[in-house]
């Protein structure tokens, strides 16, 4: 079975440090990968997507970037956090079959504060 | 551009009380549809989706919800709720375009289940 691993779970860091988050995908190839930011009290902003190895698009401008170094791996980087960066955010995953969509698949989550 | 709006931002209940969540989406394309459940501090799970075919879906937890592409329309309905439905409800819809699956999430709806 598919499962999708997402870590850390929480995290606190100074304004200005550097930020990686790290997602894996297990039990499927090729899947789409996706990074969300859940802000306080507001719904999901898709930040990045890839469809495959090294091929990322951003869906808004701001302070992140993504990489996708392996099939399986996705990464969310900051080289200098700001304090709008707090926030929950979201792996997930999702395959398609041909032109049909399924649903995507999150893990649980990781809880930025910058302070 | 696809959206995604939810009508209610909260929804209080009393236990055992039906309960609709509302949701409209717009878009220009053929859309596969999707409602999405959030307990505190954890990632998303899928509650229902709409593919195609039957336009009454029914998922987990005694929830279901129809489609109607008239009203552009995807409310999701359960006819008792219980305290343990108190959660972060999403709407989204799912855009298929050049080999990439993009969900668009609706702002989400708060219900709260009271005794």
């Known amino acids: 079975s598919q499962t999708i691993h997402q870590w850390p779970a929480t995290l606190v860091q100074p304004v200005g440090s550097p930020l990686s988050l790290e997602c894996t995908v297990e039990?499927?190839?090729?899947?789409?990968l996706y990074w969300y930011r859940q802000a306080a009290g507001r719904g999901l902003q898709l930040l990045f997507y890839s469809v495959g190895i090294g091929q990322i698009s951003s869906e808004v401008p701001q302070n992140l970037s993504a990489s996708r170094p392996q099939d399986r791996q996705f990464i969310l980087s900051s080289k200098k956090l700001l304090l709008s960066d707090s926030g929950f955010y979201l792996c997930a995953w999702s395959v398609l079959w041909g032109i049909y969509s399924t649903e995507a698949f999150f893990g649980q989550g990781t809880r930025l504060t910058v302070v | 551009a696809q959206s995604v709006t939810q009508l209610d931002s909260q929804v209080p209940v009393f236990e055992e009380a039906p309960v609709e969540l509302r949701c409209n989406y717009s878009?220009?394309?053929?859309?596969?549809l999707f409602w999405y459940v959030q307990y505190p501090n954890q990632g998303l799970q899928l509650l229902l989706k709409?593919?195609?075919?039957?336009?009454l879906v029914k998922g987990i937890n005694g929830f279901e919800a129809e489609f109607n592409k008239s009203q552009t329309s995807f409310h999701l309905r359960k006819p008792s709720v219980h305290i343990s439905d108190t959660a972060e409800y999403f709407c989204a819809v799912s855009v298929v375009s050049a080999g990439a699956q993009k969900l668009v999430f609706g702002q989400g709806t708060r219900l709260t289940i009271n005794p």
């Open positions: 709409y593919l195609s075919g039957s336009t």
């Open positions: 878009s220009s394309v053929s859309v596969y």
């Open positions: 039990g499927t190839s090729n899947p789409n």
